[in-house]
Protein backbone atom coordinates (compact mmCIF):
# COMPACT_ATOMS: atom_id res chain seq x y z
CA UNK A 1 0.00 0.00 0.00
CA UNK A 2 1.44 3.48 -0.46
CA UNK A 3 0.74 6.42 1.31
CA UNK A 4 1.51 9.82 1.22
CA UNK A 5 3.21 11.28 4.13
CA UNK A 6 3.15 14.32 5.31
CA UNK A 7 3.52 13.93 8.98
CA UNK A 8 5.63 11.42 10.97
CA UNK A 9 4.33 8.18 10.00
CA UNK A 10 2.03 6.15 12.03
CA UNK A 11 3.21 2.39 12.86
CA UNK A 12 0.45 1.24 11.19
CA UNK A 13 1.57 3.26 7.84
CA UNK A 14 5.23 1.96 8.39
CA UNK A 15 3.38 -1.45 8.47
CA UNK A 16 1.39 -1.07 5.54
CA UNK A 17 4.16 0.27 3.53
CA UNK A 18 6.25 -2.77 4.27
CA UNK A 19 3.97 -5.18 3.10
CA UNK A 20 5.36 -5.15 -0.38
CA UNK A 21 8.96 -5.58 -0.20
CA UNK A 22 10.64 -7.43 2.38
CA UNK A 23 13.55 -5.61 4.34
CA UNK A 24 12.90 -1.96 2.99
CA UNK A 25 10.48 0.83 1.39
CA UNK A 26 10.52 1.88 -1.95
CA UNK A 27 10.09 5.75 -1.96
CA UNK A 28 9.35 8.75 -3.95
CA UNK A 29 10.26 12.25 -1.72
CA UNK A 30 9.39 15.43 -2.96
CA UNK A 31 11.70 17.80 -1.84
CA UNK A 32 9.88 21.49 -2.34
CA UNK A 33 7.25 19.87 -0.37
CA UNK A 34 8.74 17.89 2.27
CA UNK A 35 6.68 14.96 1.73
CA UNK A 36 7.15 11.44 0.66
CA UNK A 37 5.23 8.40 -0.81
CA UNK A 38 5.96 5.26 0.09
CA UNK A 39 5.37 1.43 -0.37
CA UNK A 40 4.52 -0.17 -3.40
CA UNK A 41 6.79 -1.89 -5.72
CA UNK A 42 8.34 1.01 -7.37
CA UNK A 43 9.50 4.08 -7.20
CA UNK A 44 7.60 5.36 -10.64
CA UNK A 45 4.26 3.67 -8.51
CA UNK A 46 5.44 6.30 -5.41
CA UNK A 47 6.69 9.21 -8.13
CA UNK A 48 2.50 9.35 -9.92
CA UNK A 49 1.00 9.60 -6.29
CA UNK A 50 2.88 12.41 -5.63
CA UNK A 51 2.33 13.93 -9.27
CA UNK A 52 -1.38 13.07 -8.70
CA UNK A 53 -0.94 15.24 -5.24
CA UNK A 54 0.46 18.07 -7.31
CA UNK A 55 4.27 17.51 -7.00
CA UNK A 56 6.05 18.58 -9.81
CA UNK A 57 8.23 15.75 -11.18
CA UNK A 58 11.30 17.90 -11.42
CA UNK A 59 11.26 17.97 -7.53
CA UNK A 60 10.17 14.30 -7.47
CA UNK A 61 13.25 11.90 -6.16
CA UNK A 62 13.33 7.84 -5.78
CA UNK A 63 14.78 6.43 -2.24
CA UNK A 64 14.30 3.93 -0.06
CA UNK A 65 14.56 3.45 3.59
CA UNK A 66 15.46 0.55 5.34
CA UNK A 67 14.10 0.32 9.01
CA UNK A 68 16.16 -2.12 10.89
CA UNK A 69 19.20 0.67 9.78
CA UNK A 70 16.91 3.86 9.76
CA UNK A 71 19.70 3.96 6.45
CA UNK A 72 18.46 5.79 3.69
CA UNK A 73 19.73 4.64 -0.01
CA UNK A 74 18.95 6.90 -3.22
CA UNK A 75 19.14 4.50 -6.46
CA UNK A 76 16.08 4.32 -8.80
CA UNK A 77 15.06 4.74 -12.26
CA UNK A 78 13.39 7.96 -11.72
CA UNK A 79 16.61 9.41 -10.52
CA UNK A 80 18.06 9.20 -14.07
CA UNK A 81 17.46 12.98 -15.19
CA UNK A 82 20.30 13.98 -17.54
CA UNK A 83 17.62 17.01 -17.76
CA UNK A 84 18.91 17.99 -14.14
CA UNK A 85 22.35 17.15 -14.17
CA UNK A 86 21.44 13.50 -12.50
CA UNK A 87 23.37 11.24 -15.07
CA UNK A 88 22.80 7.95 -12.76
CA UNK A 89 20.72 5.97 -10.75
CA UNK A 90 21.73 7.18 -7.92
CA UNK A 91 21.60 10.70 -6.88
CA UNK A 92 24.75 12.45 -7.04
CA UNK A 93 24.55 15.90 -5.68
CA UNK A 94 25.67 15.30 -1.93
CA UNK A 95 23.22 18.50 -1.02
CA UNK A 96 20.33 16.93 -2.87
CA UNK A 97 20.76 13.80 -0.85
CA UNK A 98 21.16 15.76 2.34
CA UNK A 99 17.73 17.03 1.55
CA UNK A 100 16.06 13.89 0.79
CA UNK A 101 17.58 11.90 3.99
CA UNK A 102 16.37 15.23 6.22
CA UNK A 103 12.45 14.16 4.49
CA UNK A 104 12.65 10.73 5.16
CA UNK A 105 14.45 11.01 8.54
CA UNK A 106 12.01 13.21 9.87
CA UNK A 107 9.02 11.29 8.62
CA UNK A 108 9.46 8.07 9.38
CA UNK A 109 12.45 8.30 11.67
CA UNK A 110 16.14 7.51 12.37
CA UNK A 111 19.06 9.79 13.49
Known sequence: MIHIIRER?????MSEMSEQLEGYVKLAVDVRRDVLAGGG????????VLLDDGSAQ?????ADWIPSTQ????ESLINLRPGQGNLALEVQD???REQIAEVVRRLLGGV
Not at 9 to 13: K, R
Not at 41 to 48: I, M, N, Q
Open 71 to 74: EVTY
Open 94 to 96: PAL
Open 9 to 13: ATDEQ
Open 58 to 62: SDIWG
Open 41 to 48: ALHADCEA
